[in-house]
């Protein structure tokens, strides 16, 4: 049974709630299988990595809001918001119209806010900080992918962002525009894709990003 939410709590709240009811539900051995399906598609960190925690919160945004559980047609999102009738309907909303995507920061509002560009759709978001959360280190130009939890008036983000080089902007948008010509795209294969990169990137940092980014992002 999924523990019931009252109309305080935040959409982390939530999330956290729904990765509680997965490890009752499923065991702990779910995630460890989920975590090394992400690896391998989003590169592999490891708990000394300064990055790290950053990481394993995008793992969970990824297990609770894309990765269906083997056997079963929901994710553990979908099975919360289908059988929990206590939620929230205002963050459940939220959750429901997540974009997972890349996106460029357009404009900042000092630490109050900001304006942000999903790069694959074109969409703007209105962000606004959750809580005690900070836009300290969000310059005009920077780019991330991650998750946005799109509200009526503000969008939140989710806690795990992957944040990229400005520097490679022009390869990403260039990736991205030629990755959907092709009959087969897959958009989150694509995003998979970026994030293992920067990790790369990230790793070999002497090599220059813009030169791992161009030579990793090639189309055939």
Do not use: C, W
Request: hydrophobic residues 45%.
């Amino acid at each position: 049974m999924i523990a019931a939410v009252s109309a305080q709590n935040t959409t982390d709240q939530v999330l956290e709630a729904i990765v509680s009811d997965a490890e009752v539900s499923y065991g702990k051995n779910a995630f460890v299988v989920a975590k090394e399906e992400f690896y391998s598609r989003f590169g592999k960190v490891f708990p000394e990595d300064l990055f790290y925690e950053s990481r394993m919160s995008y793992f969970l945004d990824f297990f609770v809001l894309l990765r269906p559980v083997p056997g079963e047609a929901y994710t553990p999102f979908m099975k919360f918001a289908k059988f929990n009738t206590s939620q929230p309907t205002l963050l459940v909303s939220a959750l429901e119209a997540f974009r997972h995507s890349i996106f460029e920061v357009e404009a900042l509002a000092g630490l109050s806010g900001m304006l942000v560009k999903d790069l694959r759709t074109g969409a703007t978001y209105k962000v606004r900080p959750k809580g005690n959360e900070s836009f300290r280190g969000f310059t005009k130009g920077a780019v991330f992918q991650g998750f946005i939890f799109p509200g009526d008036d503000f969008a939140f983000l989710g806690n795990g962002l992957v944040m990229h080089p400005p520097q490679v902007l022009s390869v990403i948008k260039k990736y991205l525009k030629h990755a959907a010509k092709s009959l087969d795209f897959d958009e989150q294969a694509a995003l998979a894709r970026l994030a293992f990169v920067q990790l790369k990137a990230l790793r070999h940092s002497h090599a220059g990003a813009k030169r791992i980014y161009g030579n990793e992002l090639t189309i055939a």
